[in-house]
């Protein structure tokens, strides 16, 4: 596995800590509005945010051992190359 540089450490872990964090979350609040009959169209955006969000910070993960976080300078072409093609989608969907 390679290496990871400057700050793709802190990305791996963050991203480490909010998909679990956020899956159980969203679950546990599923739950319970499907045990108690309370299911709402709420309940449907906040599962399609959680589909989108997921993959998408999930993506973080193969970017930061491709060079994700790494100062500019450090890049090879190849690498740089390689960055760009598996960073998240996420600014195709984000709103700002």
Avoid: Q
């Amino acid at each position: 596995m390679k290496e990871l540089h400057d700050r793709a450490e802190t990305l791996v872990a963050v991203v480490g800590f909010f998909i679990p964090t956020c899956t159980i979350l969203v679950a546990l609040r599923l739950w319970v509005r499907w045990r108690n009959r309370n299911w709402w169209w709420d309940d449907w955006l906040v599962l399609a945010g959680w589909a989108l969000f997921v993959p998408s910070i999930a993506l973080l993960i193969p970017a930061a051992y491709n060079g994700l976080g790494m100062r500019d300078g450090h890049y090879t072409p190849s690498e740089k190359s390689t960055a760009l093609k598996v960073r998240p989608p996420a600014p195709l969907y984000h709103l700002h």
